[in-house]
């Protein structure tokens, strides 16, 4: 079985363009690409570029996108979330003229939109989970409307799947999806994304709503909440340091599992290459296969376009 040419033969895992769903963070604020400092290689766009951006994607061959917006107004209760001319819908409609067949997904959360930077409503320095839930349902009634496929909330708010999936059916939206951030833990890895989509908070941290990174049997319960609300995909982040709960998500419940390789784990690999010590599509290329063979159905990666353009 040495022989390199059986190699293929024997491949347990393998990686797909199909695998693959690439971030866009859309800036209603700027007119031309803007390179975000600690993600080298990865830009804000602007609305008028949107379209654009994603051809050069699809020609690649990726063929999904998750979307973030940098509305161009904030305040406490996240109204331009929801706005049906909000930065996120707008992108959604410009997508969709051109590129009928893209899969467009949304990451439904409150964050970008509130003064705050927290995921919820929050009241004397409380976020409200209940309070929140209304919002979100808003929000992913909106995205649909403009054009969604997908709805990924992201904000780990109890009952959040639930509010959704309810919203979006009694709105004629039965066959939008939800892909939930069923098990997001709160991790230093999202440093460089709160510096792309401008969603630092400004007090406390995110600890009451995210997980626990000692944990693991909680990510289990977490999962199998979301899919009683009726999520349709769940998804674990980040994904590197947490293989282990891929893999037990997978085995567990063997439904659609999404790994988020978070901006943190892209700007280490940027680094490193910029430095000369590793091989930047190497490095990644090792990382997304582990992710697959951890159990991941589908990746959502900085790295997409680089890599599809070498698959
Ligand atoms: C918003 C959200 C975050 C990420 C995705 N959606 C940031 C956070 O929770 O602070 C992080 C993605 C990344 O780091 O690439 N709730």
């Known amino acids: 079985m040495r022989k390199t040419k059986l190699r293929p033969l024997l491949k347990e895992s393998a990686l797909s363009k199909d695998d693959l769903i690439m971030p866009v963070f859309v800036d209603e604020n700027i007119s031309s690409k803007q390179e975000i400092p600690s993600m080298p290689g990865y830009f804000r766009i602007p609305l008028s570029q949107i379209s654009d951006e994603i051809g ?23 109204t331009s979330a929801f706005d049906d001319d909000g930065v996120i819908q707008k992108a959604l409609r410009n997508a969709r003229k051109e ?21 919820g409503i929050v009241r004397d320095g409380e976020i409200l989970n209940d309070a929140t839930l209304p919002v979100l349902g808003k929000i992913a009634v909106s995205h649909a409307k403009a054009g969604a496929d997908i709805v990924a909330p992201s904000g780990m708010m109890d009952g959040m799947v639930k509010a959704i999936r309810n ?20 991790s230093a890895f999202y440093g460089p994304f709160r510096e792309a989509a401008d969603s630092g908070f400004k ?8 997980m626990d990174i000692h944990n693991s049997d909680e990510a289990l319960r977490e999962v199998e909440l979301d899919l009683k609300e009726g999520a349709d995909i769940v998804m674990v982040k980040p994904a590197l340091s947490y293989l282990d709960i891929i893999r037990r998500v997978k085995e567990r419940f063997n439904v659609p599992v999404a790994a988020y390789n978070v901006s943190g784990e892209y700007s280490m690999v940027k ?8 091989d930047e599509i190497d490095i990644a290329y090792e990382i997304l296969v582990s992710i697959k063979r951890a159990g991941a159905d589908l990746i959502i990666t900085y790295h997409a376009k680089d890599i599809a353009e070498v698959l």
């Open 56 to 78: 050069k994607a699809m020609e690649a061959g990726i063929r999904a996108f998750i979307f973030f917006g940098i509305p161009s107004s904030k305040d406490e209760i996240a």
């Open 99 to 119: 590129h009928g067949d893209a899969v467009l997904i949304t990451d439904v959360c409150l964050c970008e939109y509130t003064t705050h930077g927290h995921c």
């Open 167 to 186: 919203a979006l059916d009694e709105n004629g939206f039965e066959n939008i999806a939800i892909m939930s951030y069923s098990a997001k833990y709160a």
């Open 203 to 210: 007090f406390g941290d995110r600890k009451g709503y995210q």
């Open 271 to 278: 680094a490193a290459a910029r430095m000369g010590w590793l």
